[in-house]
């Protein structure tokens, strides 16, 4: 059984970083491509940031190119999101997910449950 728990969310001021990690478990990653998704309450989930099994491609939506970016670890199952500069509107819900590379939700068969990022202006 696969699962994705991410970590590393919190309350952060505005221009602060926070560093998201999104361990799995119950099958290795690194034939997978992983990525970030976030959400606001009442509000559809949005791409973030996609990275290719081997690292070698990535792939960030145009509000957080230059701020946000996506690595991974193969070795410890483990994909990153080093967020900087954050603004208040990227306060969301962000949740990792496991499957192939792109920005369409439906490339994605495995989901975490999500770690809050609040950023205060």
């Known amino acids: 059984q696969v699962q994705l728990v991410e970590s590393g969310g919190g309350l952060v001021q505005a221009g602060g970083s926070l560093r998201l990690s999104c361990a799995a478990s119950?099958?290795?990653?690194?034939?997978?491509?992983m990525g970030w998704f976030r959400q606001v309450p009442g509000k559809e989930r949005l791409f973030v940031a996609s990275i290719s099994a081997s690292g070698g491609m990535t792939y960030h939506t145009d509000s957080v190119k230059g701020r946000f970016t996506i690595s991974r670890d193969n070795a410890k199952n483990t994909v990153y999101l080093q967020m900087n500069s954050l603004k208040p509107e990227d306060t969301a819900v962000y949740y990792c997910?496991?499957?192939?590379?792109?920005?369409?939700?439906?490339?994605?068969?495995?989901w975490g449950q999500g770690t809050q990022v609040t950023v205060s202006s």
């Open positions: 119950g099958r290795s990653i690194k034939t997978y491509a």
């Open positions: 997910a496991m499957g192939n590379y792109g920005s369409a939700q439906g490339n994605y068969d495995y």
